[in-house]
């Protein structure tokens, strides 16, 4: 039985596709792409078996297990994900949420609360269903803040806010699991995860983005941090820490 893997359809995950699918995991697996909230919703339901999931689901996860040495991290500005206003972040009194990550959410929760001290109004907001204001305040994540962030008067990097907050590094999704996996194969999709980080402009010359191969380069290299390494693993319990309860103990790690 082929193992069910959910991906998500953004620049930033291009590499990672481009591995999974030009790995001899391939064959193991089924491959879908979606949201990352529908990710995490497919996991969830056992509609999935590993996904790349926002890292604000993982704890709530009745059997969850960070499998992988990778992840959608920032070690300075992301890029893509963006508070994005028509005013100052002390003058901001309310924010419209993308619906699409609950990590991003999250995050502009905690920021406004500790390093802000703002107490804005929060509400959902479906891009695909709405037209921006740029006199109001939207928290945006993924391609749509890559094309459309910069037109906003005031803009601000949820990463570079987090590490200006806690100097830590930023983790926004990990690969998941909902069951124990065989660690042979963890090892064979860690491999065909590297694969596609050592093959960015090979993958981003296979998976048209919409965005020109110069800026996706520029983004993928400089933007996104895929290693989930020490200081990342710290920031993102930290970010546990101060989620709306104790979350980091609800977590498993691979090795």
Known sequence: MLIRVS???YLNTIPFVYGLEN???RKKIDLEFCTPAESAERLKDGKTDIGIVPVAIIPYLENNLIISDFCIGAEGKVASVLLCSGTPIEKTDHI???TESRTSVMLTKILARDFWKISPVYSDFNFSEGTLDKSKTYLLIGDKALRHGHDFEYVYDLAEEWI???NLPF???CWTA???MDPAFIAEFNDALRFGVENIEKAVDK???GFNKEFALKYLANNVSYNLNADKRAGLSEFWSLAPDELKSRVRWFG
């Open 7 to 9: 991906a998500i359809s």
């Open 23 to 25: 790995h001899p995991v």
């Open 96 to 98: 419209n949420l993308d």
């Open 164 to 166: 200006k907050f806690k």
């Open 171 to 173: 983790v926004f999704a």
């Open 178 to 180: 909902n069951n124990d």
């Open 207 to 209: 998976y048209p983005s």
